[in-house]
């Protein structure tokens, strides 16, 4: 459910000022399936704003390539 008003906030907040993690290693994260989780929650964005969402975003603010 907080992904849906995740991908509703977008237009709000912008996918540069928004990040996804599948919380790995806690028991709540969605690894190994992360992949899968994220075509089905966020597949109809565009790969662009899909891809700041789970990764150009945090590795940004973390100063990682």
């Not at 977008?10 to 806690?26: A, F, K, Q």
């Not at 690894?31 to 975003?57: M, N, W």
Request: glycine share 4%; with cysteine; aromatic share 8%.
């Amino acid at each position: 459910m907080a992904d849906l008003i995740f991908v509703d906030s977008l237009p709000r907040c912008g996918p540069e000022n928004i990040v996804w993690s599948s919380d790995y290693p806690h028991t709540a994260a969605t690894y190994p399936c992360s992949q899968e989780i994220v075509a089905k929650r966020f597949g109809s964005l565009p790969d662009e704003q899909r891809r700041k969402i789970v990764h150009d975003t945090a590795a940004r603010v973390h100063g990682l390539d």
